[in-house]
């Protein structure tokens, strides 16, 4: 399958699940994750209209960048590291998983010294596993307004990772906590939040059945993640 006809298949089901939830196609945003894939299927991506694309390493996507040039919307979906920040200000547009407020804090700071503001998604554990990253529920609203305060930052909504469920279905419940939880910090704050980025390869139709406005979606769009190579994955920067 190439990644067109798979792109066609997904856009089908995005409209289903949009339609059996009430919401128009134009709410969800696709993000293609391009992580250990080659530049060639960010092109392609990028010539099929799909704009933005994420990545989880800054070395990686800097690499990429460097051969495509300078298109598409890139955002960063990975934990960054503080000795990273400084690099991933010029290279993403967007930073989606800010998980912490000295991270923050970092990259307000990072991007005050090259004039920028960055829109970012705080990234939320709602699992509760040991093994995610992501601010606990119960920190969530002292810390999105902590966050919203940094001159550099605007905060834009909240991002989380559904655990791996046989069933996708099972996922779903882990979406509307999410959901909710940002519909209660935002009454309670009057924080502006309008983006939900949850729902990846295996869980998409339920995240937009829950109200998500971004999917992250990697293997089902460009096929399985080759092992990763030298040339993106040497930490030189
Ligand atoms: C890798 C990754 C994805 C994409 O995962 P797939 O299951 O391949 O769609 C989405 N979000 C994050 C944060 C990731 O690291």
Redesign the pocket.
């Known amino acids: 399958m190439t990644i067109e006809s798979r792109y066609q298949e997904i856009q089908g089901r995005i409209q289903c699940a949009c339609a059996k939830s009430g919401r128009g196609i134009e709410e969800v945003l696709l993000?293609g994750?391009t992580?250990t894939h080659p530049p060639e299927s960010v092109e392609q991506a990028l010539r099929l209209g799909i704009l933005h694309l994420?990545e989880?390493k800054v070395q990686e996507a800097s690499a990429k960048k460097g051969i495509v040039g300078e298109k598409g919307v890139w955002h960063f979906?990975?934990h960054l590291q503080s000795n990273k920040v400084k690099n991933a200000v010029q290279i993403f547009d967007q930073i989606?998983?800010v998980d912490s407020l000295v991270l923050a804090q970092e990259i307000s700071k990072r991007c005050e010294m090259i004039g920028k503001r960055m829109p970012v998604l705080m990234e939320v554990n709602v699992s509760g596993e040991g093994s995610k990253f992501g601010v606990k529920p119960e920190q969530a609203a002292v810390l999105a307004e902590q966050i919203n305060g940094l001159p550099h930052l605007e905060l834009r909504g909240f991002?989380t990772?559904a655990p791996l469920m046989e069933d996708p279905m099972k996922s779903r419940p882990y979406f509307a906590q999410l959901r909710d939880l940002r519909d209660r910090i935002q009454q309670e704050t009057g924080l502006h939040l309008p983006e939900l980025s949850m729902g990846?390869?295996?869980d998409?139709e339920g995240a937009i059945e829950e109200g998500s406005t971004m999917i992250?979606?990697?293997?089902?769009?460009?096929g399985t993640?080759p092992k990763p190579t030298r040339e993106f994955f040497e930490d030189s920067i």
């Open positions: 993000i994750v992580k994420g989880n979906i990975g989606d998983s991002m990772m990846m390869s295996q998409f992250r979606l990697g293997t089902i769009l460009f993640r």
